[in-house]
């Protein structure tokens, strides 16, 4: 089930009047009811998996956060972490399961004959880690292991976020789910206009942009210069609003029942460094990366005695940099592999953010000094950073999105290739003359929203757009709800004969 469908808006429709029509003990059970149905309509492998790793997860962080012994619950732990993150590479990466290809097409009946088609469940990368980390919460004493399963398994399989997130600690959410909730106009406000916000960002902008990006990353010897970097800036257009309508449904459809779900991106594209943008996009998995790998990694044993050699070998202050140099490494391929287990993602979302970021931090001295005739608070200084940062990011798109390494290459050296103009220039991508006018303006409008959003400090808590609409009066927010609904229905692409397609890190 598409979140951006009207079967989606019919099915959250039917689960809020229900659940407000039952009282706030029943609430939890009537989530838990939908999302086992939303699961079940994504296929029975789907509701399989997420219920076996609700299962071991759950009776692994019991034991964690019991009164035994500390070696028995490390190893429990471990063995149901090393279980579901070995399931979920052995689906996503390996293809072992098409050992049993035939038998199991049998019964599934599998229309392109491939069992990882019908078996890779939805959002398999977001819920094994989310709840990978309510084990590790449980070992280390952070929280206290859930009595009730049911609870458990709605923050398992909680429905708005399990095709892409954002990722939650249970310490956190749990609190969200059992808080006593009274219908709201307020919330029913931010929760629609963030999901009418949510299809416009797909449906208007991130389907346009993908029919130029599809023509020039398959056809890099017909789309060179200028066209492929048009294709790959559009890219990042396109997966930074498929991405962020996915977050604006899951957010806009928690807020209809009350909850509040971490914001996941703050107007990355304007980061000036490479650091700051992933404190801007993707946050929640940054996160949880930080607070599950990152930080354990620094603190164990093996990097401190690391740090200890390195001090000796290289003086105290050069030295303590090595194990966090290490760490990064382990942090940034863990990324890369985390998005897929090929490598045009180890390298463009992984490897070469890390040498972004580690290479900054050992150049840092000659990049002090070539600061110093220029004024870093300044807007111009400012601009630059944040268009060298963008341009960064760029490079690593050349892989993300291209079939293979050798294609983004051969991707990467078109762009200096001075090739004949297609006939019809971009028209011969199959974008028409009006498509190229909405796509236009819609961005504008997003750069727009996107600057308001915008603070300096990554850290802070962004502007959202239902803050502006809210200061407006009664009239004029109908007004302006009514012209973006109008907007995704007279543009949007969507209706019989087209399959808008799913969304990029749902695939992930």
Avoid at 46 to 51: D, I, N, P, Q, R
Avoid at 178 to 203: Q, S
Avoid at 478 to 490: E, M, N
């Amino acid at each position: 089930m598409s979140l951006v469908s009207a079967v989606f808006l019919g099915f959250v429709a039917v689960v809020a009047l229900i659940y407000y029509l039952l009282p706030n003990k029943a609430k939890p059970y009537v989530l838990l009811a939908g999302s086992v149905a939303f699961l079940a309509v994504a296929g029975a492998w789907t509701l399989g998996f997420v219920l076996f790793t609700a299962i071991t997860t759950f009776f692994a962080g019991k034991i964690a956060a019991g009164k035994g012994e500390g070696r028995s619950k490390t190893v429990a732990a471990v063995i149901a972490i090393v279980i579901n993150i070995a399931l979920m590479c052995a689906v996503k990466y390996y293809g072992v399961l098409d050992l049993i290809t035939t038998d199991i097409n049998n019964v599934t009946k599998a229309a392109d004959g491939s069992f990882l088609a019908v078996a890779v469940p939805l959002g398999m990368s977001f819920y094994t880690l989310q709840m990978t980390g309510y084990v590790l919460d449980c070992l280390w004493g952070i929280i206290p292991a859930e009595k009730n399963f049911f609870k458990y398994l709605l923050f398992a399989c909680y429905f708005p976020y399990m095709t892409s997130g954002p990722l939650n600690h249970y310490g956190e959410l749990s609190k969200e789910f059992t808080k006593p909730i009274t219908l709201e106009y307020e919330n029913i406000r931010k929760g629609i206009v963030r999901i009418a916000w949510g299809f416009f960002l797909k449906l208007v902008i991130a389907e346009r942009a993908s029919v130029i990006v599809n023509a020039v990353y398959g056809d890099h010897q017909t789309y060179t210069g200028p066209f492929v970097l048009l294709g790959v800036t559009l890219f990042a257009l396109q997966l930074y609003t498929d991405f962020m309508a996915c977050m604006e449904v899951a957010i806009g459809t928690s807020y209809i029942f009350g909850i509040k779900l971490p914001e996941n991106f703050n107007s990355p594209y304007m980061a000036l460094s490479i650091r700051e943008y992933w404190q801007r996009w993707h946050i929640t998995l940054g996160t949880w990366l930080r607070d599950f790998l990152y930080y354990p990694l620094l603190k164990s044993a093996p990097f401190i005695a690391i740090g200890d050699k390195a001090k000796k070998a290289f003086g105290k202050k050069n030295g303590k940099k090595v194990p966090v140099y290490l760490a990064m490494l382990v942090l940034w391929t863990a990324v890369g592999y985390w998005h897929g287990g090929l490598w045009k993602y180890v390298i463009g979302s992984g490897l070469l953010h890390c040498f972004y970021i580690v290479g900054g931090m050992i150049a840092e001295p000659l990049f002090a000094k070539m600061r110093k005739p220029f004024k870093p608070d300044k807007l111009p200084y400012k601009i630059f950073c944040g268009v060298r940062t963008f341009v960064l990011v760029l490079i690593g798109f050349f892989f993300f999105r291209a079939a293979n390494v050798p294609d983004a290459l051969q991707l990467f050296r078109a762009l200096f290739t001075a090739g004949a103009m297609p006939e019809g220039g971009i028209l011969a991508t199959g974008i028409s003359l009006p498509d190229i006018i909405v796509l236009a303006v819609s961005t504008v409008m997003l750069i727009a929203v996107d600057i308001y959003k915008f603070r300096p400090d990554q850290n802070a808590e962004p502007r959202l757009v239902t803050d502006l609409t809210g200061k407006l009066p009664v009239a004029v927010r109908i007004l302006l709800l009514a012209l973006l609904i109008i907007a995704i229905a007279v543009f949007g692409k969507y209706g019989l004969g087209y399959d808008s397609a799913s969304f990029i890190y749902a695939r992930i």
